[in-house]
């Protein structure tokens, strides 16, 4: 996984899953809800993640699943009321 998370931001486990009764899957990226998995795909990501050997390894298939968090450009969420130029 060396060459996978180059700058260790997955140890940080930016994603978390909820799961429903109904088998619905709710992927949250810090907290914010990403993404949704129903039927198949719900079941072949339990089944991900169930094999996972370690901690890392579930956030890396999380990130794989919700895309677009592999290019290294994702940006830091903003807090609102806060203005990033103020010291």
């Known amino acids: 996984m060396g ?4 700058r260790n931001h997955l140890d940080e ?5 909820r799961v429903n009764k109904d088998k619905t ?3 949250e990226y810090y907290g914010r809800q990403v993404k949704i ?9 339990l089944r991900k993640v169930n094999q996972a050997e ?3 390894d579930v956030q890396l298939v999380m990130a794989k699943i919700t895309g677009n968090f592999k290019r ?3 940006k830091e969420a903003k807090v609102k009321g806060k203005d990033n130029n103020s010291k």
């Open 25 to 27: 899957i709710f992927l």
């Open 72 to 74: 290294g450009n994702e």
């Open 13 to 17: 486990t930016p994603f978390s899953y």
């Open 37 to 45: 998995l129903k039927g198949k795909e719900a079941e072949k990501f």
């Open 54 to 56: 370690n901690e890392k």
């Open 3 to 6: 060459k996978i998370d180059k």
